[in-house]
């Protein structure tokens, strides 16, 4: 065949591929040349521009108050993706040396992994010490360690139920105070309405973060951790309160009282829609995000307080919340510990966004037990002021410590979960997996682990 | 810059003059610090192939040398990095993760792959039989899916599995068959299987149409001379004759089952507990590096899945090189 093709058409086209690939390598190299710097620094006398990666869409106008009230330090922010997004570019600009933001917006669970990287710096060498009074003591404890400060605290995610007051007066359904009612009335709306369910398990991997929470609340404390006492670490996945929770979700899933579509999934949105979920256990931004997936049940929800396993002890657990850390590819360390601290910090102007726009739960002290948070009421939840529940929540969470691999411990934990829903692995055998599999890691990533 | 004047010259010198030219040569050959005919060529073919060169060179050999060093050092959370030879290629292949991954794909492969080849060889055979304009709508129909981006394509078919707006759900209640869970543990594999075979079915349907199209024509007069029906031409002469391509279109859908990535990687969102971060060893390379900071095993990973479907590849082309003509 190939002597039927013509040279002249070979050459001719070869030609054109050497014409577009330099085409191409000028573009490349254009490209190399405009986008080599880190973005942010000084031109001559000007203000100091500190680049920022944060995800929601109201940040916008939180940045635009910063930069109204401060002169010599203005914000420029990116929205590099939404947490693991976020993460994955991060972690690989950490691992290249460069191309991260001077400021980044960090999950809790995140720090200590994205901190063993030598990603974070120490911001108590630049006065943030002075803001430990404003934040809750737990929070304050995560974003730091001992004087040495990695982040500063913004909002929580204290957890509470929200649930549909329609459906549970029409199935008269009593609101439950404890786990095992919890259970009871699950079963009781199950039996009246076979498509409905009491809520749906979290089991994907956006939800291991809400399983952490829920064995928080019953008193799981899987790690003990500290940067400055490496490489020991204390791994204890599987306690009795931790299997506790598996098992008794387990059982739910088993009986049918719950289902088990993936948090985050357009069938996840469609059963808070429908009323096919009468539950959503959730956390202190839970409230914006069921307002915004679920918009047209507006006034049909109310929040309680998250179910207890002994009636009455008032035990919390926190899902998600995030903070502002600065980056060690800084160059304006000073400045960009003054953007971490000051975004929202105490100022009431920016709290009044992150609450009435982005529905962020603050962990700063003064805007959390402030009159204006606790007595705020919202349509959506039928006028209801629903920090009364939250704000005892977050007051009453006990600090936790999280791993410097929690990514690779909330893989585990889904695989596992995964397993046991698809009937191939007992409720029971999950934690001790989990706890095989993390403490094995461990040892091989260095760690020198106490069980 | 003599280089560049030299060729300056050569590309000015019309076709016309190579006669002359090549009278010419012994007295430019011997002009002190002249280069000859023969280098000037040389130098010419390097500075047009230098923007591939460039690209080639910058954005796949310097990387793959990176990752090769990165493989042969170890870095663990604490205590640092180290040079450790081939301990993680060691590691690789005692790693049940990357191991079940591998089988994952091979088993995935073997039902796939056929299946997929067949339904391409079919359509082939089909279009290049009937002339109509329908063959031409069919062609363009089944050619379609490749040209949705595998990502959109992948996206779209989760939205179809999905077990509350899936229609394939619906039919399936409707009909009383009840709740079919497509993105189940069990089905996963088959649901995957079908987007593939969706989005590559046409194209490697194109690729043996053309190769039927190459076939001399007197070849089937021949054959119906010799009493063989459409079904005997196409067995025994239009599937033989066209072997290589095939050989070809197995050989680029085995590698590309090897790395399978990106579907897996979209409805890793919708079933996550399913496709767990370990399914397909692409997968598990990506999430070891970006998602656990462990780029020098990630490294080790994709080399070694390289060195697969290397090997694979060489001995599927050294088993067929009778039927491939590469003998």
Known sequence: MSSTRRPTSRSVRRTAV???????????????????????????????????????????????????????VQVDWVQAGVGQDEYTKLKTALKAGQG????????????????LTKGLLDMGKYGANADKGNYVSWAWSQASDGDHVYAIPVDGGPMAMMYRADLFKKYNLKVPTTWAEYKEEAAKLHKADPSAYMTDFGSDETAAGWRQGLAWQAGSRPYTYSASKLP????????????????????????????????????????????KYATYIAAGWGPGYLSSVAAKTSGKWRVAPLPQWTAGAGAQGDWGGSSFSVTSQTKHPKEATEVARELFGTSQAAWK??????????????????????????????????????????????????????????????????????????????????????????????????? | MSLLRQQ?????????????????????????????????HKGMGLLLVSPFLLLFLAFLVAPLCYAFWLSLRTSTLVGGDHFSWFANYQQTFTDPQFLSGVRRVVVFGVVQIPLMLGLALLGALIIDEVTSRLA????????????????????????????????????????????????????????????????????????????????????????????????QT????????????????????????????????????????????????????????FQYSEFNYSAAISFSLGAVVFIGSYFFLFATRKRSGLK
Not at chain 1, 237 to 252: I, P, Q, R, T
Not at chain 2, 265 to 287: G, K
Request: glycine fraction near 10%.
């Open chain 1, 18 to 72: 050497a014409a577009t690939s330099a085409a191409l390598a000028g573009v490349l190299l254009a490209a190399c040349g405009s986008g080599g710097g880190s973005g942010s620094g000084t031109t001559g006398s000007g203000p100091v521009h500190i680049k920022v990666w944060a995800w929601y869409p109201q940040f916008k106008q939180v940045v635009a108050e910063f930069n109204r009230t401060h002169k010599d």
């Open chain 1, 232 to 275: 020991d670490i204390g791994v204890k996945l599987n306690d009795d309160n931790a299997k506790k929770v598996y098992e008794y979700w387990g059982d739910l899933v088993k009986n049918k009282l719950v289902d088990t579509a993936s948090y985050a999934t357009t069938d996840f949105y469609n059963g808070l829609s429908t009323g």
């Open chain 1, 100 to 115: 991260a933001p001077d400021v980044v917006m960090l999950e809790f669970q995140e720090l200590p992994t994205i901190q």
């Open chain 1, 353 to 451: 966004i992150g609450i009435d726009q982005a529905y962020l739960f603050p962990l700063s002290n003064p805007i959390l037990n402030g009159a204006y948070f606790k007595s705020k009421k919202y349509d959506f939840f039928g006028g209801q002021q629903i920090n009364s529940v939250f704000v005892p929540a977050a007051n009453g969470i006990s600090t936790f410590d999280w791993s410097p691999f929690q990514d690779y411990a909330y893989n585990t934990d889904t695989s596992e979960v995964g397993k046991a829903l698809q009937g191939q692995n007992a409720w029971s055998s999950v934690n001790d997996n989990v706890q095989q599999q993390v403490t094995s890691y461990a040892s091989k990533q260095g760690f020198k682990v106490s069980k």
């Open chain 2, 8 to 40: 300056g010259s050569t590309a000015t010198a019309p076709p016309s003059a190579v006669p002359a030219r090549g009278l010419r040569t012994p007295v430019t050959g011997r002009r002190p610090g002249g280069l000859s005919a023969r280098t000037r």
């Open chain 2, 136 to 231: 031409k709508v069919f062609r363009m129909t089944l050619f379609m899916p490749y040209a949705v981006p595998a990502v959109i394509g992948a996206l779209m078919w989760g939205f179809l599995y999905s077990p509350t707006f899936g229609p394939v759900n619906s039919i399936s209640h409707s009909l009383g068959l009840g709740k079919v869970d497509l993105l189940s543990h069990a089905l996963m594999l088959t649901s995957l299987g079908n987007i593939v075979t969706w989005q590559w079915t046409g194209y490697n349907m194109i690729v043996l149409y053309a190769a039927l199209q190459g076939l001399p024509r007197e070849v089937y007069e021949a054959a119906k001379l010799d009493g063989a029906g459409q079904l």
């Open chain 2, 234 to 289: 196409a067995l025994r002469i239009k599937i033989p004759m066209i072997s290589s391509a095939m050989v070809l279109a197995l050989m680029f859908t085995i590698i590309g089952t090897l790395q399978f990535f990106t579907e897996p990687r979209v409805l890793e969102h919708s079933a996550s507990s399913v496709i767990t971060p370990d399914y397909t060893p692409n997968l598990y390379a990506y999430n070891l590096a």
